[in-house]
């Protein structure tokens, strides 16, 4: 997978993901409760579920856009083989 620019509407052609560099103050989890969650193991939260309609997507790029952090990231799936 590689870095890829965000994508600006649906279908997503990649992926969010939260690196290791998450200092788990909940804001993501705040602004797109349905993708993101707390693991109270890690300390960390990690991408619970890919964003599946727009309203999603604008809160997850809500919590991209203001993760203190930068840890949220965003991957394109390459088709080519
Ligand atoms: S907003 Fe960023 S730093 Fe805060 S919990 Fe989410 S990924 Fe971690």
Do not use: W
Not at 1 to 20: K, V
Not at 65 to 76: K, V
């Amino acid at each position: 997978m590689t870095e890829a620019p965000l994508p600006s509407r649906l279908p997503l052609t990649g992926r969010f993901h939260i690196d290791d560099t998450c200092i788990d103050c909940q804001l993501c989890r705040d602004l797109a409760p349905d993708n993101f969650e707390s693991d109270p193991d890690t300390e960390t939260h990690y991408v619970h579920k890919q964003p599946e309609d727009a309203d999603e997507l604008d809160q997850v790029l809500d919590a991209y856009e203001s993760c203190p952090s930068h840890s949220i990231r965003y991957l394109r799936i390459s088709t080519e083989e």
